[in-house]
Structure formats: C-alpha cells, structure tokens
C-alpha cells in the first residue's frame, strides 16, 4: 500500500511539473485530485487493511496527498504569473508613439447660419425665442387672418398629424407640422411682454421637393410691436440684416406683395450668387434662380386682425414682421454655391466638410 501511495505522488508530481497550460492544470488536478480521482480510489483500499496497517498508511496517504495538493498550488501560481508575463509582453505600450487623432467633426452649415443670423439680430435687440413646430392650425393660419377653408391656406402645402386614420384635432384645431414659423407671431403677442422685439428661429415642413424645396427646411420670423413702429422701421431692420450677412455687393428688392397677415405687405429678393444675378450658368437657365433674383421672404406691417388676436388694441400697437428662409438666406451670401438645395441634407461628409 506505500509503494503504492509513493509511486502516486512521484507521478503525479512529474505531472505537474510538465503541465504548461491551464488547460492542462485542470485535467491534472481532476485526474489525481478529483473525488474520483487516482488518489481518492487508493484512499479507498485503506478501508480493507486491519487497523494498523490501516494507521500507518493513512498517515502516509495524507501526506501524499497534501504533498500533491502543494505541488498543485506551486504549479497553478507558475501558471498565472507566466500568463501574466506573456500578456504584459503582448500589451506592452510605447508611450511615447503619436497618438490617433480623433476625427472632430462641426456644427453643420445650417446650424451655423442660424447662430449667425440670431446674433446678427441680437446687436439690435431681438430676443431669439422657440415656438412650437408642431402645432394647431389656430396658429399657423386662423390667428393670422386665415379663416377656416381660406383659400389662402393653399399656398403652404401643409401636413396634417393623423390620428387612426383621421386628421387629428387638438384644442385649437387641426394639428399640423408648422409650414411656417409665422405660428410664432400670436404665441408671442400671448406671452403680453411688451414692446416685442423676438426673432423666431424653427423647422417648416411642407408637402414639396425640388433643386429650390425642400420638405424640412428652417425659418427666422421676425416680430416687433410696439407703439408707433412704421416701414421706416421695417425697412431699417431689413437694411441692418443684408449689410451685416452679405455684405455691401449684393443687391436687394423690395416688391409689392400680398399676404393675409400684413397690410402693406412686401416682398424681400437679393441676387443670385450662383450665376452673378444674370440668371444663366454656362448659357444654361440657372438652375437655383428666377432671372436672377432669389425671393428671401414676406414682410409686412402687421395686420390688426392679427395683433387683435394677440390680444393687443391696434390703435394702440403697430408692428412689423418677416420671415425667411434660413437655408436660402445661407445659399445666396457668397461662397456658398450649391445649385440644389437638397445637397444640404444628404449627409455627405465630402460637401459638410467643406464648410
Ligand atoms: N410666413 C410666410 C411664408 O412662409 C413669410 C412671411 C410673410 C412672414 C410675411 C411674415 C410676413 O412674417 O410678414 O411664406
């Protein structure tokens, strides 16, 4: 029974002494150490010898088996640090290569232009205010003078929300994705902040798509009331806004015009950039232009029914307001030159970049 015992333990010493991988660890340790292992099965033969016997070699198997259990320990730490030592080799840092340099990307053009033209309007005191651009058509169009079933409503091509089917119905109205940022106008006559000054700066959506629309596309509505404000006023603002944005080169128009929420009503062009204001590419109709003009917006002195709406006595207020189209405004200043406005969100990372 010794003989036995110590044959064991020379074994399985050699054993672990050869074993390299934890793999190979594992299937020693079950092997000689395991309930069912080599050493296990001899414990049971103790059971067959008279009691003697059985006291001299059960002191024997234990040593031997704490023998082989230490040789386990000694050889499981011998593979973790070798373990250790290969990973360290493998990861080793260089800290002094170059580093990778992120890529860094930037505000796109769009969002660019609108923190250009809030702070261009800042320096003479509009206040940049959000209004919603979901919104009831009480305020995109009733409030502006535009009864239920105008025709006038045609013009902006207008999606409704629907709910299950039908068009759906808010408080005020029909729900509608603001086709301009006009909806602003009476919502800020509501706030009953007095003399406004606002400029409203939102998304639009309308039922369009072209090199010259786009079905999302962003507005700046500006708003000021107050007593005694005139064209004059108006005009000065307009004035203000071309000279700082593009410059003292680009030209302007104002045209008669007419919408349901201005009396007088005018319209605002500035020549083209993509073809100089001549209206031709190459000989070719400029694609991005009318004859060489560009339309920028609607302006006007507000309409009474409008500032009425906004709770305000109009014998008392006068007001004027604008808005435009952020996109267009960008295009027309000079550099931008982009002869289909959809080029803008398509995400392409080869035009973004450059601007
Ligand atoms: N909301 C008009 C549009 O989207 C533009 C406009 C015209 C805004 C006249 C105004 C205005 O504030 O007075 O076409």
């Not at 410059?247 to 929420?261: D, S, V």
């Amino acid at each position: 029974m010794q003989d036995v015992l110590l044959q064991l333990q020379k074994e399985a010493l050699d054993v672990f002494l050869k074993v390299q991988t934890p793999e190979e660890l594992e299937a020693a340790r079950v092997e000689y150490l395991g309930r069912k292992g080599r050493l296990a099965e001899a414990m049971k033969d103790l059971a067959a010898l008279d009691v003697d016997a059985r006291r001299d070699a059960g002191k024997i198997a234990n040593d031997v088996k704490r023998t082989v259990e230490a040789s386990f320990a000694a050889t499981e730490a011998r593979i973790v640090e070798s373990a250790a030592e290969d990973r360290q080799a493998q990861e080793w840092l260089d800290v002094s290569l170059p580093g990778v340099v992120p890529a860094v990307g930037h505000l796109h053009l769009t969002t660019q232009a609108i923190d250009e033209i809030s702070d261009i309007f800042a320096h003479i005191g509009f206040v940049r205010s959000r209004h919603p651009e979901v919104d009831w058509d009480y305020y995109a169009f009733e409030s502006l003078n535009m009864p239920k079933e105008h025709p006038a409503r045609d013009e902006w091509e207008t999606f409704f929300a629907e709910d299950e089917g039908e068009i759906a119905l808010g408080e005020k109205g029909k729900i509608v994705l603001t086709p301009h940022t006009s909806n602003g106008q009476v919502r800020e006559m509501e706030k009953g902040v007095l003399p406004i000054r606002m400029i409203n700066i939102g998304k639009c959506y309308r039922r369009q798509a072209s090199a010259r629309h786009l079905p999302m596309f962003h507005q700046f509505e500006g708003l000021m009331v107050d007593t005694n404000v005139s064209v004059t006023e108006l005009k000065g603002v307009f004035d203000y806004f071309v000279k700082r944005y593009f410059g003292a080169n680009r030209e302007t128009r104002l045209r008669p015009y007419h919408f349901r929420f201005t009396e007088p009503s005018f319209e605002l062009d500035i020549s083209c950039a993509v073809c100089d204001g001549t209206g031709k590419v190459d000989g070719v109709k400029c694609k991005l232009c009318k004859g060489g003009w560009l339309e920028l917006g609607g302006a006007g002195m507000v309409h009474p029914n409008v500032l009425k709406a906004g709770g305000l006595d109009p014998d008392v207020y006068t007001g004027f307001a604008f808005g435009w189209g952020v996109e267009r405004t960008m295009m027309m200043r000079s550099g931008i030159n982009i002869d289909d406005i959809r080029t803008l969100y398509k995400n392409d990372l080869r035009f973004l970049s450059q601007f």
